[in-house]
Nanobody, 114 residues
Framework: QVQLVESGGGLVQPGGSLRLSCAASRTIFDRGAMGWYRQAPGKQRDLVASISVGGSTTYSDSVKGRFTISTDNAKNTVYLQMNSLKPEETAVYYC????????WGRGTQVTVSS
């Protein structure tokens, strides 16, 4: 079973930036599009960004223009560059295959606060 390990979260001030990484124990790109999700306390897990095998990206309206998803196929890693972060984006961030999901990793906590 492929394991997903998210990292790169932390405490950042409003307006700050973070770069999240999602490392897989083996290739994941045979599962199609990959995505980054987030789950705030008491809320459902939402997809915020995805990238297809061909490199096409999609973003939720709330993050469009501020977040960038990318991959390094050689490293089996998916990245999420997050800029201009807002307090309401405090959440645990996860990655997974969008259409053929794997077992969820533990996620990485992002806290946006002054």
């Amino acid at each position: 079973q492929v394991q997903l390990v998210e990292s790169g979260g932390g405490l950042v001030q409003p307006g700050g930036s973070l770069r999240l990484s999602c490392a897989a124990s083996r290739t994941i790109f045979d599962r199609g599009a990959m995505g980054w999700y987030r789950q705030a306390p008491g809320k459902q897990r939402d997809l915020v960004a995805s990238i297809s095998v061909g490199g096409s990206t999609t973003y939720s309206d709330s993050v469009k223009g501020r977040f960038t998803i990318s991959t390094d196929n050689a490293k089996n890693t998916v990245y999420l560059q997050m800029n201009s972060l807002k307090p309401e984006e405090t959440a645990v961030y996860y990655c997974n295959a969008v259409f053929l999901p794997l077992k969820w990793g533990r996620g990485t906590q992002v806290t946006v606060s002054s």
